[in-house]
C-alpha cells in the first residue's frame, strides 16, 4: 500500500505566499496523475490543480495565475508533487489534501494524502 505525505501550510498573512509538498510513501510506486484539493467545513472537495506525469498542468479558475503546481520527478515518473501558493487571500483559507490516481487496465484507484491546514488572515 502506497500513502502520500503531506508537508507545508500553516498560518499565512494575506498577499504572502506558502509551498506545500506531496510524496509517495513508496519509491517503487509512479502514479498517473497527482493534484491539489481544497475543502472548506460543510463544502465539497474541489480540484484547483493537477499534473499529469506527462507535466500537463490545470488549474482551477480561482487559483489560475497564483497558484503552481509542480512535479519533482523527471521524465514520466510521478511520484512528488510541489504547489506553490501565491498572492493568498482569505478566501484560500481550507484544508489541502494531496491526490493521486493510477490508472489500471481494469480501472483505477485513488490515493488521499491526510490534508494540512492553510490559513490566510488579513
Known amino acids: 500500500q502506497v500513502q502520500l505525505v503531506e508537508s507545508g501550510g500553516g498560518l499565512v498573512q494575506a498577499g504572502g505566499s506558502t509551498r506545500l509538498s506531496c510524496v509517495a510513501s513508496?519509491?517503487?510506486?509512479?502514479?498517473?496523475?497527482m493534484g491539489w484539493y481544497r475543502q472548506d467545513p460543510g463544502k465539497q472537495r474541489e480540484l484547483i490543480a493537477s499534473i499529469a506525469k506527462d507535466g500537463t498542468t490545470n488549474y482551477a479558475g480561482s487559483v489560475k495565475d497564483r497558484f503552481s503546481i509542480s512535479k519533482d520527478n523527471a521524465g514520466n515518473l510521478l511520484q512528488a508533487v510541489s504547489l506553490q501558493m501565491e498572492l493568498l487571500k482569505p478566501e484560500d483559507t481550507a484544508v489541502y489534501y494531496c491526490?493521486?490516481?493510477?490508472?489500471?487496465?481494469?480501472?483505477?484507484?485513488?490515493?488521499w494524502g491526510q490534508g494540512t491546514q492553510v490559513t490566510v488572515f488579513l
Open positions: 491526490g493521486a490516481i493510477q490508472d489500471y487496465a481494469l480501472g483505477y484507484e485513488t490515493y
Open positions: 513508496r519509491r517503487d510506486f509512479s502514479f498517473s496523475a
